[in-house]
């Protein structure tokens, strides 16, 4: 079973980088056209789209974060990174990493979230 | 960008009723490329419906998709206490992905 997990440094201040990884397990981050991508949710709100990467590394990004966003892997870790610059008090979110399926390109496996706080 | 427009925003029902949730985008959406999720407070989104039809992997048979085009159905035959939560629905396209807003089934 396809396990995601989830890391951040909980408290960012305004105008740093946040950074997150997302650690997968039971399967290889490379296999089978996996592709990956991150997802957030500010507090009280719907579901925003980040970022995607194929594990052959082409990516694509939401156009109004494209700016500030890196989304990469680590074949060598089985890991998923995603790094938001510049950020502010509206970037706090539950981030969430997510699997995308390869044919209907949803979201079939998700991470359990991680909360990060941008406040100085 | 294809926005996705989820009505109502919030369906109060008790168990054992019907819940048709709706999500309109405002462009062309392949059916393949059409997916509804249920969240629960605290929890991560789960999947439930891919290409507008097929239910996920251990997902009860009262819950059915349907639709085609810009307008897309999440239908609960039957509400069981579990099912209180909120849904969303995705689209894929041009490389990018979009959620609705959600809509919130909570128990009247």
Same mark, same amino acid.
């Given at each position: ?5 989830? *890391? ?19 399967? *290889? ?7 990956? *991508? ?15 990467? $194929? $594990? ?5 990004? +939401? ?14 870790? +089985? ?21 995308? +399926?390869?044919?209907?390109? $949803? ?14 | 960008? =294809? ?59 009262? &819950? ?7 307008? &897309? ?20 396209? =041009? ?14």
């Amino acid at each position: 079973q396809l396990q995601l997990q989830e *890391s951040a440094s909980g408290l960012v201040k305004p105008s740093q980088t946040l950074s997150l990884t997302c650690a997968v397990s039971g399967g *290889s981050i490379s296999s089978g056209g996996s592709s990956w *991508s991150w997802i957030r949710q500010q507090p009280g709100q719907g579901l925003e789209w980040m970022a995607y990467i $194929h $594990h052959s590394g082409s990516t694509y990004y +939401n156009p109004s974060l494209k700016s500030r966003v890196i989304i990469s892997v680590d074949r060598s870790k +089985n890991q998923i990174s995603l790094r938001l610059s510049s950020v502010t008090a509206a970037d706090t979110a539950v981030y969430y990493c997510a699997r995308v +399926n390869a044919y209907d390109f $949803h979201f079939d496996y998700w991470g359990q979230g991680a909360l990060v706080t941008v406040s100085s | 960008e =294809n926005a996705l427009t989820q009505s109502p925003g919030t369906l109060s029902l008790s168990p054992g009723e019907r819940a048709t949730l709706f999500c309109r985008a405002s462009q062309r959406v392949s059916s393949s490329y059409l997916a509804w999720y249920q969240q629960k407070p605290g929890q991560a989104p789960r999947l439930l419906i891919y290409g507008a039809s097929g239910r996920a992997t251990g997902i009860p048979d009262r &819950f059915s998709g349907s639709g085609s085009g810009t307008d &897309f159905t999440l239908t609960i035959s039957r509400l069981e206490p579990e099912d209180f939560a909120v849904y969303y629905c995705q689209q894929y396209g =041009n490389s990018l992905w979009t959620f609705g807003q959600g809509t919130k089934v909570e128990i009247k």
